[in-house]
C-alpha cells in the first residue's frame, strides 16, 4: 500500500463547475500537506500550503486538512480551461531538518469550454 | 518562474553511459532536492543537500549520486545508465530544510536508448 493515495483520473468537467480533488495518506507523522500543479512536461508549481489540520483559501482555491481521517482535498470553484493541468497532492513528516516529500500519483484535470 | 534552474533541457544518451544535471537553487535557499518522475512511478524524492551536506536519502540507486557545492548549486549524476531511468528530473530548493515550501525547477527531460 502507498503511503499516499490519490486517484490518477480523469476528471472532466465543464467551465465554472466546482472540483473537489482528494488524498487519502497512511502516515500519522506527516505534518505539511501540499498542493502542486502541473502542466504537462513543466515543473510542479505550489498552489496551496498547511501545516497540520483545517482550512486555507486563496482566491478560488481552498484547501483541507483533515488529520483524523487521514484524508485532504483541494476545491476549485469556478473552474477555468487554464486549470487544466495534473494536480498533486504532497506530504512531509515534521522533521527538523529532514524533507522528504511524498506525493500522490496526480489527478489529471480537464476543464472543457 | 519558480527561481530553480535546471540545465540541460534535454538529455539523450545510450544504455552504459554517464551524464550530470545540473541545478541552481533560488537565491537565498541552502536546501536542494532532487525527484525522479516516471509514468509508472510518479514523482519520487531522490536526495535532499543542505548548505553542502547531505541531510536525506530516498529511492536513490547506488549508480546515481549527487553533491552540493559552496556557491549551493547541485549536481546529479547518473551512471551506468538503463533504460529505466529515462524518465524527468526535478531539482527543487527551499529556504532551510524544514517543513517549508519546496519550489521546483522546470526539469530535465532524460531519454537512455
Known amino acids: 500500500q502507498k503511503e499516499v493515495e490519490q486517484d490518477p483520473g480523469p476528471l472532466s468537467v465543464p467551465e465554472g463547475a466546482i472540483v473537489s480533488l482528494n488524498c487519502t495518506y497512511s502516515?500519522?507523522?506527516?505534518?505539511?500537506f501540499m498542493w502542486y500543479r502541473q502542466y504537462s512536461r513543466k515543473g510542479p508549481e505550489l498552489l496551496m500550503y498547511t501545516y497540520s489540520s483545517g482550512n486555507k483559501e486563496d482566491g478560488r482555491f481552498t484547501a483541507q486538512v483533515d488529520k483524523s481521517s487521514k484524508y485532504i482535498s483541494l476545491f476549485i470553484r469556478d473552474s477555468q480551461p487554464s486549470d487544466s493541468a495534473t494536480y498533486l497532492c504532497a506530504m512531509s513528516p515534521f522533521s527538523g531538518g529532514y524533507n522528504k516529500l511524498i506525493f500522490g500519483a496526480g489527478t489529471r484535470l480537464a476543464v472543457h469550454p | 518562474d519558480s527561481g530553480v534552474t535546471q540545465t540541460p533541457k534535454h538529455l539523450i544518451t545510450a544504455t552504459g553511459q554517464r551524464v550530470t544535471l545540473r541545478c541552481s537553487p533560488r537565491?537565498?535557499?541552502?536546501?536542494v532536492y532532487w525527484y525522479q518522475q516516471s509514468l509508472d512511478q510518479g514523482l519520487q524524492f531522490l536526495i535532499q543537500y543542505y548548505n553542502g551536506e547531505e541531510r536525506a536519502k530516498g529511492n536513490i540507486l547506488e549508480r546515481f549520486s549527487a553533491q552540493q557545492f559552496p556557491d549551493l548549486h547541485s549536481e546529479l549524476n547518473l551512471s551506468s545508465l538503463e533504460l529505466g531511468d529515462s524518465a524527468l528530473y526535478f531539482c527543487?530548493?527551499?529556504?532551510?530544510?524544514?517543513?517549508?515550501?519546496?519550489?521546483f525547477g522546470p526539469g530535465t527531460r532524460l531519454l537512455v536508448l
Open positions: 527543487a530548493s527551499s529556504v532551510r530544510g524544514g517543513g517549508e515550501t519546496q519550489y
Open positions: 537565491s537565498g535557499d541552502l536546501s
Open positions: 502516515n500519522s507523522a506527516f505534518q505539511y
